[in-house]
């Protein structure tokens, strides 16, 4: 070696370590990746802007609420706004994928929809938007998950699942 | 190696003093919020009851909690603390005294000036501050005071080292300077971010100036400074854990080397990461998320090399202490020393807190937990433990070593960390657990109408934890101000910096030199958030007016 002082001593079981620990977070980031893309699991995307001074003027939130595209196939087009959502109740089929849009009149919100994986942060001016399939018939919660002022507690609605 | 103890001056321990007062006094506040909030959750609510109306919300109770003990009570004692060990480690005093008197008092000005409207409910707005909901323009203020105070103060580290440097140009930086001077730059760089929110849009906004903003592009300068926010906190433990902890224990530093390095990949990668708190943001692309998910896995790494390190150089202590066979080192460890065992119960929990970090940075996965009361059940491990009970730790040895008086109660002061070792667990576990089943953060649980009757177990717990933390937490307080009325000691405290087993001046000079790590972080800073941050700023539209009558008044 040329010059010893300019390489790192590095000690057998610290580079068996290091070896490990690089190893789990590629193994991690593959699943992760998979996950992703082989089954669907996706994070939110942007789709769309809107003034939310003026959501009627966006032309999908003139008029919040479900619109059924196909046979069990649904858009559900949501207004958050201090301290509900608009709609705060939606009725679909066993079966049905739904897919959300959510976007926010005033202040920023959550969406969570309760044993899915919808899970969206609602920033005004922008869409949150991820699609979910409803197998099991029953009520699921969409709970506002973003602190959005003093009533924040109370800010949720549900989407009932009838056979 | 011998070291002769370099004397501080009673002028810069009194100066180091002021930062550790403004600290305790915040957590003593803040912390006093957080088991009202735990407590809320088991359905016993002190707010409406006994709180108001000094104490108006519990969102202004949730603010002060955040503020008070993640903004304040973190960056007094870091820059304190920081401040001992630039002057220690360099044996040298600050070049120039005042730039750091001057940058202290501004933080001072700073916390009263947020402090205001806060306590007023007119600034109820979290220490995330997400606009379009406008606290008064004064908190604003106050916290960039804060943050511009810290800057100073580092500006006054960097000067100092630099005379340093031109004195001893072939020297390795001793380590604890060498630590204190990466916390210091990765945390300008990392606060350009909350800058540009809080100059360019938050404050002309509140003050009426402009009209509109783009709550998304808020959002991604926030997340600029809100992760490595947490490294912030972070890296000065990880000072105590590689640097004194190992002589407190009883052995030596086990690589100097691998302990520089670490802070290196720090500094290089805390901040291109931010985007991992924005994975269900609507305006962020998915690829620009799948970037920084695998960037916080690599900053991932060096943490692991710190756990190497730290146990490593435990064990070489637990040995030289006369402990044998695999496991028999750990008995060992001086465990009836306040001070280590403050900061070992850190350790342990750090590490559920770790790999709990790592299931949120893991993109898909973190749909699960966003936004949940997992999230704080998560930081609670970190932030108010592996930092904070490490913090109080140091205090521990610091405080008898700038007042010269022996540590009031050495017993209160283990039974305080056991306590909050064991409240913490309590809490957090509970926490996870019903995040797990989607109960959201930042929620008053008691009023809310949507919970099933499973989660009432686990948020009893939540409850539980709460109060055994806030027991821990006032006796942490008596054990200080009792401290103040001790007798002198007979000796001097000398501050336990650990040696390192090979010496310094074997490590290889690429560790410590500036540039190239300078401009590695910057190059990748670029790629991570260049095209992003300019495709957001360019597109942005200010359509949000400040939204304000929002907090209950």
């Known amino acids: 070696m040329a010059n010893k002082h300019e390489s790192m001593h590095i000690d057998t079981y610290e580079k068996t370590w290091i070896i490990i620990s690089i190893l789990m977070l590629i193994v991690f980031f593959g699943a992760v990746t998979v996950a992703g893309l082989s089954f669907g699991v996706r994070v939110p995307d942007p789709v769309q802007r809107v003034d939310p001074r003026d959501l009627a003027a966006s032309g999908t939130f003139a008029e919040p609420g479900l619109k059924e ?24 089929p066993a079966g049905s994928v739904v ?65 | 190696m011998t070291t002769n103890i370099y004397q501080l001056t009673a002028k810069e321990k009194r100066f180091i003093g002021w930062h550790f007062f403004f600290a305790i006094f915040a957590i003593s506040l803040g912390g006093l919020f957080g088991p009202f909030q735990a407590m809320e959750h088991a359905g016993w609510d002190f707010y409406e ?115 340093w440097r031109k004195e001893h140009p072939r020297t390795r930086t001793p380590i604890i300077a060498f630590m204190s001077l990466v916390t210091m730059v990765m945390w300008q760089i990392a606060t350009l971010g909350a800058a540009a929110e809080l100059l360019v849009d938050l404050i002309p906004w509140s003050l009426g100036l402009k009209a509109g903003l783009d709550p998304q592009l808020d959002r991604t300068y926030f997340w600029w400074t809100g992760h490595p ?61 799948m970037v920084h998910s695998l960037l916080t896995y690599s900053v991932f790494f060096p943490s692991m090399l710190t756990a190497f390190t730290v146990v490593a150089s435990l064990e070489n202590a637990g040995r030289a202490n006369g402990g044998k066979g695999l496991m028999g080192w750990l008995a060992k460890l001086p465990w009836n020393d306040p001070s280590v065992l403050a900061q070992l119960l850190a350790g342990i929990l750090y590490f559920f807190g770790g790999i709990g970090g790592l299931i949120n940075a893991s993109y898909n996965i973190n749909l699960v937990v966003h936004n949940t009361a997992w999230v704080p059940g ?39 960390v056991w306590l909050w070792f064991i409240g913490m667990t309590i809490f957090s576990n509970a926490m996870h657990v019903v995040g797990l089943l989607g109960a959201p953060r930042r929620t008053p649980l008691g009023q809310a109408p949507y919970i099933p009757e499973e989660w009432a177990g686990h948020l009893f717990r939540v409850g539980i934890g709460g109060f055994i933390l806030l027991i821990s937490l006032y006796m942490f307080v008596a054990v200080v101000i009792g401290s103040l009325f001790t007798k002198k000691l007979e000796k001097e405290v000398e501050p336990p910096v650990a040696e390192s087993l090979l010496d310094p001046q074997t490590t290889p000079r690429w560790l410590d030199h500036w540039a190239p790590w300078l401009i590695g972080a910057t190059i990748l800073l670029i790629i991570a958030y260049g095209p992003q941050l300019i495709y957001q700023i360019q597109t942005a539209q200010f359509t949000s007016p400040p939204i304000t009558n929002i907090f209950g008044n």
């Open chain 2, 378 to 416: 998560h930081f609670h491990l970190t932030v108010s433990t592996a930092v904070t009970l490490t913090f109080m730790g140091i205090l521990y040895w610091m405080i008898p070593y700038l007042t010269g008086k022996e540590l009031w109660c050495k017993k209160c002061a283990v039974i305080q």
């Open chain 2, 49 to 163: 009851k006994w709180l108001n109306p000094l104490f108006h919300s519990y969102y202004e109770g949730l603010t002060l909690h955040g503020v008070l003990n993640a903004l304040i009570w973190t960056t007094f004692f870091i820059t304190g603390f920081l401040t001992f060990l630039m002057i220690y480690g360099l044996k040298r005093p600050l070049k120039y005294f005042w730039l750091n008197a001057l940058g202290f008092w501004l933080m001072v000005v700073g916390l009263t000036t947020a402090a205001i409207p806060i306590l007023m409910n007119e600034a109820s707005v979290l220490y995330t501050f997400y606009p379009p909901m406008k606290a008064h323009w004064a908190f604003y203020v106050g916290v960039t005071l804060v943050v511009v105070g810290s800057w100073i103060e580092g500006w006054g580290f960097y000067i100092t080292y630099y005379g």
């Open chain 1, 69 to 92: 595209v196909a046979p069990k196939r649904y858009e559900a087009y949501i207004v958050a706004q201090t301290w509900s959502f608009n709609p705060r109740e939606i009725t679909v």
């Open chain 2, 229 to 289: 926010l947490v490294y912030f906190w972070l890296l000065p433990a990880y000072i105590s854990w590689y640097a004194f902890l190992p002589r407190q224990a009883g052995g030596k530093l086990f690589s100097d080397s691998l302990a520089r390095f670490s802070f290196w990949l720090f500094l290089l990668l805390s901040v291109p990461v931010g985007f991992h708190h924005q994975y269900v943001d609507p305006g962020v692309p998915e690829g620009w998320k």
């Open chain 1, 99 to 163: 897919k959300f849009y959510v976007t926010s009149k005033d202040v920023q919100h959550g969406f969570k929809l309760q044993n899915t994986n919808v899970n969206m942060q609602i920033v005004p001016g922008q869409v949150s938007s991820l699609a979910v399939k409803f197998d099991k018939p029953g009520e699921y919660d969409f709970i506002c998950t973003e602190y959005c002022g003093i009533a924040h507690a109370t800010m949720y609605g549900k989407v009932i699942v009838v056979p």
